[in-house]
């Protein structure tokens, strides 16, 4: 599975078991806008770590926290390389 | 400003000699503070809560805010019920603090309580009126925190406990808008909502359900000056484009670990800001302010008095002697807040490095996440009663958004259940069951299923992570 769809898989799957209504996503979208709170973003943090094996927020931290949902999955696409 | 100005709220707004231009706003409105000599936010019914024990239990924390400036120095006690508390705790916290009104934005509170003297209404606007106001009494100031059972701890303080930190000759040169992402009920926030009376300023509070675009829009559009919150506050305003709405020249977080790299991000965002760090708990107070831009405290600060303030080091936790400090704890059972010395023992664990301390986490394995502390003891009692269970330990996971995480640790009455693909379902049926009576911070974000678990020789679970 690809990055790209392993986040957008998670993303999904934490809202439907945070019982929230998620935007409908796109590149563009401010993650704050996306219907996820802090704490749905926190544990899609913690499934890509588990899925994944990188927190690139750990890693990355030069670079300031990602706005938009393509700038989040861009820094996971990144930290893989 | 004289002493005197601080024996109430209303005091020292009486004495600040100009209050036009000064003002509350909050989510649904802006109040004037000129307006509390015309008016009143109770419509009126201040002297029948007179010399009361009052719980204040609002939706809008700018209701609350007018309330307790309208009550401090005239109600025996003022009860600050916090936004995120269940009012299902409420008949427990009266029961727990004897309790003869309530003041309240709801028409009900929707939860059965003892019944009390007056209900009064209150809201974020006047009833236009002249009511004579007069301190009469030092007021106790009730704040409720969290506790091992998940019920709350009741912590007593005074105004003077309370505002012990503001210092009071930093008459602003210029126009100060405070605000702050804490509710104001709880100690952080109301640290900010006393320093907006007592040093002049105007405050933009927000609530629980207002997004975050929302409220950094607002606080852009009042010109907040001076802002506070929790790392986890910040760390999600800075993942909205609408951070930049915000121009601070103060920037200052508390609550929970500041680490260096939510300090270097602030300090790239607001390069013309201050961003300093705090620490202060519920029952110790204010007691560290760290201004260099960098995670931690100077080593030289423990064991050395400054100001009123006292700290050292002990058993690896930081220990808190000033004024500032809660006179105690008040409800069934209540323990002692300080030591015979008059020590209060935070909990927190600090670590020496390099000259500097670094708070390293808490004894008791209280886990903070973002802010919200969780008592492990509590979840583990949930997670408990499910049948198949027969033990578990909730542990935190570090996480770079809320700071923290909690997972959880489970052993199976028949081991055996996990192995053979039942484990999905029971993880499902385990976290329906927390999710049915905890808050969604107190929820672990994952389940493990593991054979055993180390019991000490106390017969306790050994809590590694503490």
Known sequence: MSIRSEVITQINRVASEQDKRLAPLSDSLALLDSGLDSLCLAIVVARLEDELGIDPFSTAEEAGPPVTLGEFIRLYEDAAK | ?466
């Open chain 2, 1 to 466: 400003m004289p002493p005197s100005d601080r024996a109430s709220l209303w005091n020292a707004l009486s004495a600040a000699n100009n209050l036009s231009g000064r003002f509350f706003a909050g989510a649904h409105g802006t109040v004037r503070l000129s307006g509390i000599f015309k008016g009143s936010c109770l419509g009126g019914r201040t002297e029948e809560l007179s010399g009361r024990s009052v719980l204040i239990v609002t939706t809008d924390p700018l209701a609350a805010a007018m309330a307790a400036i309208e009550l401090d120095g005239i109600a025996r006690r003022l009860v600050l019920y916090p936004a995120e508390l269940a009012l299902e705790h409420v008949p427990y916290v009266m029961a727990s603090v004897p309790t003869d009104a309530i003041v309240s934005d709801r028409s009900a509170l929707g939860v059965e309580h003892p019944a009390v003297g007056p209900y009064v209404r209150c809201g974020a606007s006047f009833v236009p009126g002249s009511f004579v106001r007069r301190a009469q009494q030092p007021t106790e100031w009730i704040l409720l925190t969290s506790g091992t059972t998940g019920r709350p701890k009741m912590v007593v303080h005074t105004l003077a406990s309370l505002t012990g930190a503001i210092t009071a000759d930093n008459t602003p040169a210029s126009r100060v808008v405070w605000s702050t992402f804490y509710d104001i009920r709880r100690y952080g926030g109301l640290q900010i909502f006393l320093r907006a009376i007592l040093t002049r300023a105007s405050l933009v509070l927000t609530n629980t359900t207002e997004p975050t675009a929302q409220f950094l829009m607002r606080a852009g559009a009042y010109g907040v000056t001076h802002i506070s919150g929790t790392p986890s506050h910040w760390r999600r305003a800075l993942m909205s484009p609408y951070a930049r709405k915000i121009q601070p020249q103060y920037v200052r977080l508390s609550g929970e670990i500041a680490d260096q790299g939510i300090l270097d991000h602030l300090r790239a965002l607001y390069p013309g800001a201050k961003v300093a760090h705090a620490f202060a708990s519920t029952e110790a107070g204010v007691a560290l302010d760290v201004g260099d831009g960098l995670a931690g405290f100077p080593a030289t600060l423990i064991d050395k008095r400054s100001g009123d303030v006292e700290m050292k080091v002990e058993g690896g936790s930081l220990r808190i002697r000033s004024p500032r400090t809660a006179a105690r704890y008040i409800g069934p059972n209540a323990p002692e807040i300080a030591d015979a010395d008059g020590f209060v023992d935070t909990g927190d664990m600090l670590e020496l490095r390099g000259g500097r301390y670094y708070f390293v986490g808490r004894r008791d394995g209280v886990i903070n996440v973002g802010g919200q502390k969780v008592h492990p003891e509590e979840v583990e009692g949930v997670i408990n009663r499910h049948p198949h269970v027969r033990m578990s330990l909730v542990r935190p996971r570090r996480n770079p958004l809320t700071g923290a995480l909690v997972v959880a640790d489970v052993v199976l009455e028949n081991g055996a259940d996990a192995a053979n693909g039942r484990a999905a379902k029971l993880e499902d049926e385990i976290l329906q069951l927390c999710r049915g009576v905890l808050p969604r911070y107190k929820v672990p974000a994952s389940i493990h299923f593991v054979n055993e678990l180390a019991v000490a020789a106390t017969g306790k679970i050994v809590r590694r992570d503490a």
